[in-house]
């Protein structure tokens, strides 16, 4: 769990980064001299400056600024300070509110705590102001951080589901198939295994997976899987819900077929959403656990 954030304990941070800067100290004799650092306990302060990077300890036992902790220092202005402090807390801590960041500003106000809409205000990055170019810059990069991390997750449920579809696939023949995806995301599958352990012709496997504890299950197939797909002899989609204990649904192309787009006019698709409730997927239910 990442440690919580206030105006206070940004300030609070900057003012022991320019204290160690300009002193040397352990932390011990800063823990002796201080009980608070402007606003917040000295303790909790330190944390934050250690957890963030701004501040570490040196070999010789000494607290010393880090090259992000230089950062906050040799800003122009306070509200590039705050920015900077946001910025590192963020990619730091990941704290969950972080996750809506790509949402757009008014959007992911929403979604903010009340302390860290009063930090925003601070760094002057909400209000109805003027937008200058560094505002703009900040919350673009902060959102693309917001979307890479969705984008990470999503990248890890779907290896978790391609792990098990090769365990699946491993106990089914009694041998390893190939992990093709892992490398490269171009083939138009996932794994290559065989038929059965008595037909050697390939089978080509597209893996998906999903973490919803909802009652339906949603999946995305792109143009590219599709068009392997409806041209490859023997394929399959191995559907994975994940949560709580993994179900293994196994969906051949014609079934998916039904909820394939087609191009019309200058249109092309790339990619399709599709949403199965459970219950419909129960005749292709093949198994729970592994």
Not at 7 to 29: A, C, D, F, M, P
Not at 124 to 141: A, I, P, R
């Given at each position: 769990?990442?440690?919580?954030?206030?105006?206070?304990?940004?300030?609070?941070?900057?003012?022991?980064?320019?204290?160690?800067?300009?002193?040397?100290?352990?932390?011990?004799?800063?823990?002796?001299?201080?009980?608070?650092?402007?606003?917040a306990s000295t303790p909790y302060v330190i944390d934050m400056c250690k957890s963030c990077g701004w501040l570490e300890i040196s070999p010789s036992g000494f607290l010393q600024v880090t090259s992000?902790?230089?950062?906050?220092?040799?800003?122009?202005?306070?509200?590039?300070?705050?920015?900077?402090?946001?910025?590192?807390?963020?990619?730091?801590?990941?704290?969950?509110?972080?996750?809506?960041?790509?949402?757009?500003?008014?959007?992911?106000?929403?979604?903010?705590?009340?302390?860290?809409?009063?930090?925003?205000?601070?760094?002057?990055?909400?209000?109805?102001?003027?937008?200058?170019?560094?505002?703009?810059?900040?919350?673009?990069?902060?959102?693309?951080?917001?979307?890479?991390?969705?984008?990470?997750?999503?990248?890890?449920?779907?290896?978790?589901?391609?792990?098990?579809?090769?365990?699946?696939?491993?106990?089914?023949?009694?041998?390893?198939?190939?992990?093709?995806?892992?490398?490269?995301?171009?083939?138009?599958?996932?794994?290559?295994?065989?038929?059965?352990?008595?037909?050697?012709?390939?089978l080509s496997i597209e893996v998906k997976a999903t973490i919803s504890t909802s009652d339906k299950i949603t999946i995305f197939i792109t143009e590219n899987e599709w068009n392997v797909a409806s041209?490859?002899?023997?394929?399959?989609?191995?559907?994975?819900?994940?949560?709580?204990?993994?179900?293994?649904?196994?969906?051949?192309?014609?079934?998916?077929?039904?909820?394939?787009?087609?191009?019309?006019?200058?249109?092309?698709?790339?990619?399709?959403?599709?949403?199965?409730?459970?219950?419909?997927?129960?005749?292709?239910?093949?198994?729970?656990?592994?």
């Open positions: 769990m990442s440690m919580s954030v206030s105006v206070g304990i940004l300030y609070s941070s900057q003012r022991l980064i320019k204290l160690v800067r300009e002193n040397l100290l352990t932390i011990n004799e800063i823990l002796e001299q201080f009980t608070k650092i402007y606003v992000k902790g230089l950062e906050i220092l040799e800003a122009r202005s306070t509200t590039e300070k705050l920015r900077n402090q946001l910025k590192h807390y963020i990619y730091t801590s990941k704290p969950r509110w972080s996750k809506v960041l790509h949402y757009g500003r008014t959007e992911a106000l929403q979604h903010f705590p009340k302390e860290i809409i009063q930090c925003f205000e601070e760094a002057d990055l909400l209000g109805d102001y003027k937008l200058d170019e560094s505002t703009v810059y900040w919350w673009d990069m902060l959102g693309t951080f917001s979307r890479r991390g969705l984008e990470e997750k999503k990248s890890s449920i779907g290896r978790r589901g391609e792990l098990l579809s090769l365990q699946y696939e491993e106990k089914r023949l009694g041998i390893t198939p190939v992990w093709k995806s892992f490398e490269s995301n171009f083939v138009g599958f996932d794994i290559l295994s065989k038929v059965s352990e008595y037909d050697a012709s390939n041209l490859t002899k023997n394929y399959l989609f191995h559907i994975w819900s994940l949560t709580p204990t993994p179900v293994l649904y196994i969906l051949t192309p014609d079934f998916i077929k039904l909820s394939i787009p087609h191009n019309e006019g200058n249109g092309n698709w790339e990619t399709v959403r599709i949403e199965y409730g459970k219950d419909e997927l129960k005749p292709y239910r093949e198994m729970e656990g592994i």
